[in-house]
């Protein structure tokens, strides 16, 4: 899995860092979360490509979908055929709706656009999920998303299963898909002999502009990486809480009530246009985790599995 920032910059954007929009590219799908002013030709700076299969919108302020109508249109020109779905929280559909047919524009793929409810799975698919949870805003209504991975099978011991006397072969694959397998005696090994317990997959949460909320340490335990709300450093504190912010340090104390593994600190204030670090100390200071960053634009963050480092 691997996380482009495609957009950290504040309601109003910098020189510097664009609107909010990043890129979660997994097992070869790609989704969108957050679609701000000039992510296309964000997407195209840093070469992610247009192949979304789902954009996920936290809510409805300009900053977080006015790059939608282009990136549609501009998907259509490319002749793109694939079906294309949009989330976001109650009440948004017909704005969104509005916003993919700005202009009386109909694209030619199909598209669907559908409200998320906090505290429900916006999607369920194969092997992960999207979960939705509550966020705290200002005057909006907004949600939050957790990409929770189905557990692994557990590590598959073959010493083990060797000296079971199972020989090389098809019945360590069936043996490691959950199925007994007898040997040529007639002894019969199952697979918990010689299997593993279940390995968590990998889990990642953003929140989208919020104050800092309990779902967010809710949705999910011990995130990998933990994409949070950082617009203001402590000066500003008065600020975050009546705009529906968080400060750097706010968002590190719920990362570290959720048990996050790394924190993304992101929709920086244009005030820290020339120097974001005062809100990356702060975070650090009091993060137990990790590592605490502010990422620039472009940047890319892998995230391994749990046990994979």
């Not at 504040?10 to 000039?38: N, W, Y």
């Not at 692994?152 to 060797?162: C, L, T, W, Y």
């Not at 950082?230 to 750097?248: I, K, L, N, V, Y």
């Not at 985790?289 to 502010?294: D, H, I, L, P, R």
Request: aromatic letters at 8%.
């Amino acid at each position: 899995m691997r996380v482009t920032f495609l957009g950290t910059g504040g309601a109003v954007p910098t020189t510097q860092r664009g609107p909010s929009a990043f890129l979660v590219e997994r097992e070869g799908e790609r989704l969108l979360f957050d679609c701000g002013e000039g992510t296309q030709r964000q997407m195209m700076r840093f070469g992610t490509g247009f192949s979304v299969s789902h954009l996920f919108v936290t809510h409805l302020h300009g900053d977080h979908v006015l790059g939608i109508p282009g990136l549609i249109q501009t998907m259509d020109f490319n002749d793109r055929s694939e079906a294309l779905a949009i989330y976001g929280p109650p009440g948004s559909k017909g704005h969104l709706t509005n916003l993919v047919e700005a202009g009386g524009y109909r694209p030619g793929f199909p598209l669907t656009v559908r409200e998320a409810r906090p505290g429900a799975v916006a999607l369920d698919a194969d092997d992960y999920e999207i979960r939705t949870f509550a966020t705290e805003h200002r005057n909006v209504s907004s949600v939050g998303y957790a990409l929770v991975e189905d557990d692994r099978r557990g590590r598959f011991d073959r010493e083990k299963a060797e000296d079971l006397g199972v020989p090389v072969g098809p019945k360590f694959g069936r043996l490691h898909d959950g199925e007994s397998v007898e040997l040529a005696d007639g002894t019969v090994v199952d697979p918990e002999e010689v299997v593993g317990d279940p390995r968590p997959g990998r889990r990642f949460v953003y929140t989208g502009d919020t104050r800092p909320v309990d779902a967010t340490v809710d949705v999910v335990d011990a995130p990998d990486l933990l994409v949070h709300d950082a617009t203001f450093a402590e000066e500003w504190a008065d600020r975050a809480g009546q705009t529906g912010h968080s400060t750097g340090r706010e968002a590190a104390e719920i990362a570290n009530r959720a048990g996050a593994r790394r924190l993304a600190l992101t929709h920086i204030s244009s005030r820290y246009a020339a120097d974001a670090s005062p809100i990356e100390r702060e975070a650090r200071e009091v993060f137990d985790g990790e590592t605490a960053f502010v990422p620039d634009d472009g940047r890319t963050v892998d995230v391994p599995y749990p046990d994979d480092e």
